[in-house]
């Protein structure tokens, strides 16, 4: 079981950032992944998978700050592979 997790609910067992956007002078819209886990009474938990999250920050006088909860978003688009270079 998670500490202190209530059955039902979601738990972030790990989160990367995969960057930062500057939407206006010193605000942020930052994405990031996190590896879920459900917790499940009858089985104590289960990985639901990656959820991907964007988050507001701001730039504060003490530092940087988010500026709400994390909002649930769809999966960024891939990234093409880049074409192999020859000699």
Do not use: H, M, N
């Not at 938990?45 to 700050?65: D, I, K």
């Amino acid at each position: 079981a998670l500490d202190g997790v209530a059955p039902g609910s979601w738990a972030a067992v790990s989160t990367v950032s995969l960057g930062a956007e500057e939407v206006s002078p010193g605000y942020y819209a930052v994405t990031v992944a996190a590896a879920i886990v459900a917790t499940d009474p009858k089985a104590d938990s289960q990985p639901p998978g990656v959820r991907y999250f964007s988050v507001g920050v701001a730039e504060t006088p003490a530092g940087r700050v988010a500026t709400g909860p994390p909002a649930l978003i769809p999966s960024p688009t891939r990234a093409r592979a880049p074409e192999p270079v020859s000699d």
